[in-house]
């Protein structure tokens, strides 16, 4: 397994509409840097940075500077219609991204909803196999874990398969363990994202936040091994973050290069401790 990280590694140093926004946001060729910085190999730039908002020139510049650096790209994107993730498998192809992650809305959707998507992602599986790249739909609140595994075992296509996000499903509710009980069978790479459940303050409710990786609930030992057990060792993991807004744009950006740094050494010493030291 490969540790990289992405545009969803630090989204306020990016910038996050309705906040203040920083003085110099991170655009993609900075987020290269930062992954140089970082000692990852893959970056995975998402719907956050909107590739399809780049010209042909500013992608191929991407292209050629993740080259120089030694990074492997991978694209993002929301949605999942047919015109929209045509466009997308051409950005990928064109920047040399073997990977495409895309998400749903993250509003509860029904039988409809998912038989849209099924033929959104049905009408592009030439294209991705012309094109070689292979599209990881990534698992959210949209719909059960047993949904998208679902879906995966209808479209019976090696090029579709799940981005498995350890965090995302709780908005269903589903635990991790039921999620990547039902979706790791069909795991193109992993977001490793880290949160806690805390009370609020009158006692009455829960509150789900995210934390730097190791500091919350996911046992990411167990993530890995169930991965592992499904012969999934060359999967690139993904780090994702939910910082909060700490007041200002600047000390909060300080708090996510923290939490940055302190995810990416506690997932290379994870990933070190079970043999996969290709970083």
């Not at 309705?18 to 993609?28: D, E, F, I």
């Not at 998208?148 to 579709?160: N, T």
């Not at 290069?257 to 996969?276: N, P, T």
Request: hydrophobic content about 45%.
């Amino acid at each position: 397994m490969k540790l990289g990280i992405g545009s969803w590694s630090v989204p306020w140093s990016v910038g996050v509409a309705g906040y203040p926004q920083p003085a110099n946001p991170l655009g993609a060729i900075g987020l290269l840097d930062k992954a140089v910085e970082a000692g990852v190999s893959v970056v995975q730039i998402a719907d956050n940075l909107p590739l399809h908002q780049f010209s042909d020139e500013e992608l191929d510049r991407l292209r050629d500077a993740a080259c120089a650096r030694g990074v492997t790209l991978e694209a993002g994107t929301r949605g999942v219609e047919a015109d929209h993730l045509a466009r997308y498998i051409g950005i990928a192809h064109r920047i040399g991204a073997r990977i495409l992650r895309t998400v749903l809305s993250g509003s509860l959707c029904g039988p409809e909803k998912l038989a849209a998507a099924e033929a959104g992602i049905r009408a592009v599986l030439p294209l991705l196999e012309r094109e070689d790249v292979n599209l990881a739909l990534e698992n959210n609140e949209a719909f059960s874990a047993a949904e998208f595994a679902g879906l995966i075992q209808r479209l019976a296509s090696p090029r579709v398969g799940i981005c498995l996000d350890t965090a995302n499903s709780l908005g269903r509710p589903e635990t991790l363990e039921t999620v990547a009980g039902q979706l790791a069978p069909y795991a193109f790479e992993l977001h490793a994202k880290e949160y806690d459940i805390e009370r609020v303050a009158t006692r009455m409710g829960l509150s789900i936040v995210g934390k730097a990786a190791g500091d919350g609930r996911v046992d990411f030992d167990w993530v890995l091994a169930e991965l592992r057990r499904h012969g999934h060792t060359e999967i690139n993991v993904i780090v994702e973050q939910w910082p909060p807004f700490a007041g200002s744009i600047e000390e909060t950006v300080r708090i996510e290069e923290e939490w940055l740094s302190r995810s990416v050494r506690f997932l290379r010493a994870k990933l070190a401790e079970s043999g996969d030291r290709r970083e």
